[in-house]
């Protein structure tokens, strides 16, 4: 329920505030800017396109705020969980500044969010009628849509619309296995050509490493061996006097002799030892290595043309014989799926059959419940009707449905086209309500449609924009009497041009218009019963001070008072 909402430089309103409470509350006034200012500023909390016109002249921006008791709407705390929104117990604050560039910026819960959070949140909190919203009736959809919350039908659709869900998936999939079949037999072919290739050569990790190793090796075997005796015959030649194991044993003896006289040359001569023993080492695998390298040009051919067949995969599958064997793994999985493809066809050819089945049967149980809520709305909107002045008026609400349907006539909603049809006067065929309404008249139904929805509200809050146009007298306390009644078990806001309308207000807010010859400027008050007598005066006789439209003013508000007291 909305508690209260602030205006800021909107408009001719330089400052207002209204503070809203539970029953009907109604904003009537000499000027319809002023009045309709309250109504765009509720558009603007709910995400409506930014506009530099709306600020008022001479402020730098416009700021319209709200606080809203979200206490018993889990729907809106679901959505405020997806931002970073705060909420003080119960109570929501939503606002939107316009600076008079135009820039616009969105505030939820005291963080900024994008307008379109705003207007996602309002669908939850608010439904607003006016001249311009009435044609959202004109859409089937939203004829339907009454007709399903009438019905009681969205139960059944909460288990026809994810089988629904689940068939277009699953028609999708099928689709694109049967359309892509072509595509799938040669992707299949290459990844069968391209693992029987990799098996033909039979890769291990690792292996192009220590190919590579071994080629250079065989490939230099003679130098190597060459080299590798060379080093030893000069580390350790027994026909040499001079190689280096001698001249180095021969530095160890002369360090033997004197060593022991100084710590300082003991640690070198120590130093010395270990030197000649690594030598000694060396010399020793030097000779090992030489006697050890094979010349084998047979060999050498055999790792050669082992390398280039590695080549030849990394080329095609990856630049290392792991990323090869990486490939071979994903084209293996993917061989599986490709191959099992036929018996997933078969699967979800009947899938499909039992969903489109099972969905026909539940399209027939929604038919049937719509078609016998029709009657009954028809019945509930033809009595309200003829008590708002249409006394010769009949809505017909068709429900079409093929007489077989099949499953190509499944649709999110059914198989049901609904709509509703109205003829205005006696003898008249009913047309639709697009082409036999007028616009009163369909503000008309509208509030009858509302008023026999009103135990099944959507929203918590219903504003209506002079929705009262074209009516008067009798009709206009009918419509007032329709929408305490509405009241009762939602919260509504009016703007009214009519006093009938607004006597039956719980509370009366009243925008006076002032100019001193350079600004106009509206001001929003509430009135109290006397200040609410003389305003309902003034709507009737169009002046102020007439006895009779006191009189007949304090009519009307006992009138309501008395309607109030039945309910």
């Known amino acids: 329920m909305w508690q209260e909402i602030r205006l800021s430089s909107l408009g001719v309103i330089a400052d207002a505030e209204l503070e809203l409470g539970p029953g ?25 396109r930014a506009d530099s016109g709306l ?24 959505l405020l969980d997806e931002t970073p929104a705060e909420t003080e117990g119960d109570e929501l604050v939503l606002a939107r500044t316009i600076g ?22 309002s669908e939850q909190l608010v439904a607003v009628h006016g001249q311009s919203d009435q044609h959202r009736l ?31 998936e699953a028609r999708r999939t099928l689709d694109d296995l049967t359309s892509a079949g072509q595509e799938r037999a040669r992707e299949l072919d290459v990844l069968v050509f391209g693992l029987d290739e990799i ?39 027994t026909d040499d006097a001079s190689d280096v194991l001698d001249l180095l044993g021969r530095a160890s003896a002369l360090l033997d002799g004197v060593r022991e006289h100084d710590p300082a040359l003991d640690v070198q001569a120590r130093r010395l030892d270990e030197v000649r023993f690594t030598v000694s080492d060396v010399a020793g695998e030097l000779a090992s290595y030489s006697d050890g390298v094979e010349v084998d040009p047979a060999r050498l051919a055999g790792v050669s043309e082992r390398r280039a067949a590695l080549a030849g995969l990394t080329r095609k599958y990856g630049p290392t014989v792991a990323d090869v064997l990486r490939w071979a793994e994903e084209a293996q999985v993917r061989v599986t799926t490709l191959q099992g493809d036929d018996g997933r066809i078969a699967e979800l050819a009947d899938e499909i059959a039992a969903l489109e ?47 077989s349907p099949t499953p190509a006539d499944l649709g999110p909603d059914g198989v049901d086209a609904v709509e509703m049809l109205l003829a205005a006067n006696a003898g008249a065929a009913p047309r639709p309500l697009a082409k036999g309404a007028s616009g009163g008249e369909l503000s008309r139904v509208m509030l009858a449609l509302e008023v026999v929805l009103a135990d099944r509200a959507s929203v918590p809050t219903f504003v209506f924009d002079e929705v009262d146009a074209g009516i008067g007298g009798r009709a206009a306390i009918e419509v007032g009497r329709r929408l305490a009644r509405l009241a009762a078990n939602a919260q509504v806001l009016v703007v009214t041009h009519l006093p009938q309308v607004a006597a039956f207000g719980d509370r009366h807010y009243h ?41 007949h003013a304090r009519e009307l508000v006992d009138l309501a008072a008395e309607d109030r007291a039945l309910r």
């Not at 921006?61 to 679901?78: F, I, K, W």
């Not at 008079?100 to 005291?110: H, I, Q, V």
């Open 24 to 48: 009907l509350t109604v904003i009537t006034g000499e000027t319809g800017a002023g009045k309709t200012m309250v109504v765009t500023a509720l558009g603007l909390l709910r995400g409506s």
């Open 55 to 78: 600020v008022r002249h001479g402020a730098d921006r416009l700021r319209v705020e709200a606080t809203v008791d979200v206490g018993a709407l889990p729907g809106v705390r679901a």
């Open 100 to 121: 008079k560039d135009g820039r616009s910026r969105a505030y939820l819960g005291g963080a900024s969010v994008p307008a379109g959070m705003l207007a996602r949140l």
């Open 138 to 168: 004109l859409r089937t959809g939203a004829q339907r849509a009454a007709l399903d919350r009438f019905g009681d039908v969205e139960a059944l659709l909460e288990d026809y619309r994810p089988a629904y869900s689940r068939l277009l």
């Open 199 to 237: 098996a033909a050569v039979a890769p291990e990790e690792g292996e192009d490493d220590a190919l590579r190793i071994e080629e250079a090796r065989l490939a230099h075997a003679e130098s190597l061996a060459l080299a590798a005796a060379e080093a030893h015959s000069l580390l350790s030649d």
């Open 357 to 403: 089945s099972d969905l026909l049967a539940q399209a027939a149980t929604i038919t049937a419940r719509r078609r016998e809520s029709a009657v009954r709305l028809a019945a509930e909107v033809g009595a309200e009707l003829e008590a708002l002045a249409m006394p010769h008026a009949r809505l017909d609400v068709q429900v079409d449905a093929p007489a």
């Open 511 to 551: 925008v006076l218009k002032s100019d001193d010859g350079t600004v106009t400027t509206s001001g929003v008050g509430l009135l109290d019963d006397d200040a609410r007598v003389a305003e309902l005066s003034r709507m009737l006789a169009g002046l102020e001070g007439s006895a009779t439209a006191e009189a």
